[in-house]
């Protein structure tokens, strides 16, 4: 179905968390491929229903648009795309899913397409920094058209990983993490900027952060499990408020996630909104909550244990810390950051000390800080071309899981998703006939909130008193 002027490209995104909402929409609005002229493009929505559905003020701090958007099960999108056909079919599909959701989806629609001549390029990859699980969700993700990978570092461990069990490695494709961006650091208000240059010198930088009296602002990037116990995010809450302190000229922000009750990419059982109560913080403290980008907008030094924000701070030449107060420790996430000379301690930047990023490692982490960005989807998009273009449509989803490779696992991923071993809908699956009525939207929704109260208020207590 190859592109062209009298047709619009048509694109779908599939996406379990705001994180991921913002990751699909914005790659495949930077991953399509140039047509003749003004195409125009229709990008469709949607979202898996779960415990991270995004609410819709996530959506709206997200701040990426969509012609339409509408909540799914696994087996209401499948029967969606199977109905897709002629002028509503799409072009490319993102799967912006956990690893166990891109592969039940590769199975599904595997099957509603299999009789197909033509269907959607499918591309899938990472929200972020890949530091952990790398074979497990590599190989789930195993089978889309493209899988991408944000950095040069990322996509040779890709290609390893899959060459070393077998698999086909053509589909990893080099681009870079697509919500990056925003204006260069200007420098510290009154001081030095990133280059060791005054400030003065570069003014009209302060202007565009909010004028030449603004106050030196150092934001802490929350993660919601990182770290994943009550003495760890505490520790961290204090020390970020201790440096209030000592330095109340300074603003201190502790950049959130998410308000309480939801969830994003990750589980919070702990949030620092809770913590904070029990803390006496100083006036020149505050939480703030929205879009990331125009918080780095004022932002001094971002600190973080191993935000994705560490990287977009990064891009933008803003100086960063990665802490190493708990430790450096894959359960963190913070030994992706060995060798980026971002690795401080809170005692260190008490006493000014500013990390300086080498520049070898930022450059193999599709940081693109000295240029470069805009050609970083270029592959992706001439891929993504190539394959529109095939003569004959593109070959049948093939997945390195199958019930040869991976017999007693690939089951199980299929069932949490109401697939049975072929792709085809177990029995009892959620019905797709209909919208849901308001009575089971009532339903979904005190379900929803009663799972997140569990998580976020009883299971601590719980585990609190078995000493767990």
């Not at 909550?289 to 924000?309: F, I, N």
């Not at 080498?358 to 270029?378: E, I, K, L, M, S």
Request: proline share 7%; glycine share 12%; charged share 25%.
């Amino acid at each position: 179905m190859p592109a062209s002027a009298t047709k619009a490209l048509r694109v779908a995104v599939l996406a379990d968390s705001d994180t991921r909402w913002k990751w699909g929409a914005l790659t495949a609005t930077r991953i399509l491929p140039d047509g003749p002229g003004e195409a125009e493009i229709r990008l469709d929505g949607y979202l898996l229903r779960g415990r991270a559905t995004p609410t819709a003020r996530q959506l709206r701090e997200v701040g990426v648009s969509a012609d339409s958007l509408r909540e799914v099960t696994a087996v209401e999108f499948l029967r969606a795309m199977e109905g897709a056909r002629g002028e509503e079919s799409y072009d490319v599909l993102v799967l912006a899913l956990v690893g166990g959701g891109v592969q039940a989806m590769l199975h599904g629609l595997g099957r509603v397409w299999q009789d197909r001549a033509e269907r959607p390029v499918v591309v899938t990859g990472y929200v972020g920094v890949v530091y952990e699980k790398l074979a497990d969700g590599l190989l789930l993700r195993h089978g889309a058209d493209l899988v991408l990978a944000n950095s040069r570092q990322d996509a040779d461990r890709f290609r390893a990983v899959y060459e070393g069990v077998g698999a086909d490695a053509a589909a990893v494709t080099e681009v870079a993490l697509p919500f990056l961006g925003g204006a260069a650091y200007a420098g510290e208000p009154g001081g030095t900027d990133g280059d060791g240059q005054d400030g003065e010198d570069r003014q009209h930088g302060e202007d565009r952060q909010g004028g030449g009296g603004r106050a030196h602002t150092v934001v802490f990037a929350a993660q919601p499990s990182v770290p994943d116990n009550r003495a760890d995010r505490t520790y961290l809450l204090d020390r970020l408020i201790r440096h209030a302190r000592l330095h109340p000229e300074r603003e201190v922000l502790l950049k959130l996630r998410s308000r309480p009750g939801e969830h994003t990419t990750h589980i919070e059982e702990l949030p620092y909104q809770k913590l904070v109560q029990r803390a006496d913080p100083p006036a020149n403290f505050r939480l703030v909550y929205g879009h990331m980008g125009e918080v780095l907008d004022r932002t001094d030094l971002l600190v973080t244990v191993s935000s994705t924000a560490a990287l977009e701070s990064l891009h933008r030449r803003i100086p960063t810390a990665v802490l190493s107060d708990l430790g450096v420790r894959e359960a963190l996430g913070n030994h992706h950051f060995v060798g980026s000379g971002c690795l401080a301690s809170w005692d260190q930047l008490d006493a000014g000390h500013r990390p300086v990023p080498d520049p070898d490692w930022v450059a193999r982490q599709g940081v693109a800080a000295d240029g470069g960005y805009d050609t970083a989807f270029d592959a992706a998009r001439g891929r993504v071309a190539a394959l529109l273009a095939r003569p004959g449509g593109l070959p049948p989803l093939a997945p390195y899981y199958s019930l040869v490779t991976a017999p007693g696992y690939l089951p199980r991923i299929l069932a949490r998703h109401h697939l049975a071993p072929d792709g085809t809908p177990l029995p009892g699956a959620p019905a797709a006939e209909r919208p849901p009525g308001p009575l089971r939207q009532v339903v979904r929704r005190a379900a929803r909130g009663a799972y997140r109260h569990g998580v976020q208020r009883v299971a601590p207590v719980i585990r609190r008193m078995g000493e767990l």
